[in-house]
């Protein structure tokens, strides 16, 4: 959809194990984010890019680090997965520019990820 | 701390008939874009509709629009003639011209559902 996709769509885990979420796009859109959605929180910020080897912070960035190698892929990393972290988690893309297009997210269609 | 607000948790509505669904926000920016999300029960995030805050007139999309009151900060949603597949969390989200990217802040949400 859009051509962006998430992988895996579902991933049971348990605590202190690494995780790794993959977004993948295939608009070439400059901007890539990553949030989590979480009943009575709507979706937060964790981590976006702006750019390949630009990152930057978002509102629950805590156990979470990124990375962006290139353009079309985006990761998402939970060093030593919590509890907390069970959530579903959304990547989005938006193009960066000063068209139309600009300022609109398209989303993937999410990851659930489940911390035992 | 710029914020959106979405007071009401749950609604429902019986089909053909109308519903508007509230949002606020607080920001001391003057320029931003704010957005409607839907999120059927597929989880996919779907726009709905997007107002850019210098243009006065209140965007439409077939059957939906938006009450913008910039003075008081309020973005209403109405959906007019609803339809069972209208059912899904819809989320207010908000974009200051001055961030860097295309981030959002989203709301928490107003679950729909449209009965028969």
């Known amino acids: 959809d859009a051509g962006i996709t998430q992988s895996p769509r579902h991933k049971v885990t348990e605590t202190g194990t690494p995780v790794t979420l993959r977004c993948h796009q295939t608009e070439n859109h400059r901007y890539m984010y990553w949030y989590r959605q979480d009943p009575g929180h709507g979706l937060r910020l964790i981590h976006y890019s702006y750019g390949v080897k630009d990152t930057d912070k978002g509102e629950v960035s805590d156990g979470y680090s990124v990375s962006r190698s290139k353009t079309e892929d985006f990761l998402l990393t939970l060093e030593s997965a919590t509890s907390s972290q069970t959530s579903v988690y959304f990547c989005?893309?938006?193009?960066?520019?000063?068209?139309?297009?600009?300022?609109?997210?398209?989303f993937g269609a999410g990851s659930r990820l489940t911390v035992l | 701390a710029q914020t959106v607000t979405q007071s009401q948790p749950e609604m429902s509505v019986q089909e053909a008939e109308t519903v508007t669904l509230s949002c606020t926000y607080d920001?001391?920016?003057?320029?931003?874009?704010l957005f409607w999300y839907k999120q059927p029960p597929s989880r996919q995030m779907i726009l709905v509709i997007r107002?850019?805050?210098?243009?006065?007139q209140n965007a439409t999309e077939n059957r939906f629009s938006v009450n913008f009151q910039k003075a008081a900060k309020s973005f209403s949603l109405k959906i007019s003639d609803s339809q069972l597949g209208d059912t899904a969390m819809y989320f207010c989200a908000f974009h200051p011209t001055s961030y860097n990217t295309d981030k959002l802040i989203f709301g928490t949400g107003t679950r729909l559902q449209v009965f028969p």
């Open positions: 920001t001391s920016e003057s320029n931003y874009y």
């Open positions: 989005a893309i938006s193009p960066g520019t000063g068209g139309a297009g600009a300022n609109v997210l398209t």
């Open positions: 107002q850019e805050a210098y243009k006065q």
